[in-house]
């Protein structure tokens, strides 16, 4: 099983949809979770990070954490052209305190 | 948010020779400092993590030898690839983090060994 797994994707939404991306992490001792966007050819760009379970929002995103089920996810509001990237879930493993990544969800907004 | 630089953001060598990319945290200490490495569609994976002042940890299949970490400030970390071959052509990021913050990454850094 992989440390965290995110669906490759493609997810294809209309413009103005909302688009639902999706992880699930193995570590249950994890405490911290990250949301990237990469565009192609660049670094990751940090979205959101959340600790606790629930909602966060922030402008059109908003992450949910379940940590008893192991999942979280990245909810993207009326979805832009440019929002199109792949989005990476990030999880900080409570072992050795590093920074997981899952291989990333390809999202196409189209308009 | 953060801010961390790297350099050069791109860079082309011949096979068999070493070549050094630098990361710094400008606005802030970075206790730790991270460097992934990332080939074509594929996710970003952990190389090692370096602590100020200490030596890097090396994620497993990753050679010490031949990727030279030096953390030797608060604001800057160095790799060092030696005796590059093409198969080392790659994406390598890295990341810093002051103790509690969110991870923040550099704008990477294209290596190309002809």
């Known amino acids: 099983q992989k440390e965290v797994e995110q669906n490759s994707g493609p997810l294809s939404v209309p413009e103005g949809a909302i688009a639902s991306l999706n992880c699930t992490y193995s570590?249950?001792?994890?405490?911290?979770f990250f949301w990237y966007r990469q565009y192609s050819g660049k670094s990751p760009e940090l979205i959101m990070f959340?600790?606790?379970?629930g909602d966060k929002e922030d402008g059109r995103f908003t992450a949910q954490l379940n940590k008893a089920s192991q999942y979280v996810s990245l909810l993207i509001r009326d979805s832009q052209p440019s929002d199109s990237a792949t989005y990476l879930c990030a999880v900080n493993m409570e072992y050795g305190n590093k920074l997981v990544f899952g291989a990333g969800t390809i999202l196409r907004v189209k308009s | 948010g953060a801010v961390v630089s790297q350099h050069p953001s791109w860079v082309i060598c011949k096979s068999g020779t070493s070549v050094k990319i630098e990361c710094r945290s400008l606005?802030?200490?970075?206790?730790?400092m991270f460097w992934y490495r990332q080939f074509p569609k594929q996710s970003l994976m952990l190389m090692a993590t370096s602590n100020e002042g200490s030596k890097a940890t090396y994620e497993q299949g990753v050679e010490k030898d031949k990727f030279l970490i030096n953390h030797a400030s608060l604001t800057l970390s160095t790799l060092t690839v030696t005796s590059a071959h093409p198969e080392d052509s790659s994406f390598y990021i890295c990341s810093a983090r002051a103790h509690g913050s969110p991870k923040y990454f550099g704008p990477g850094t294209r290596l190309t060994v002809t």
């Open positions: 959340i600790y606790s379970n």
């Open positions: 570590d249950r001792g994890s405490q911290s």
């Open positions: 606005d802030f200490q970075a206790t730790t």
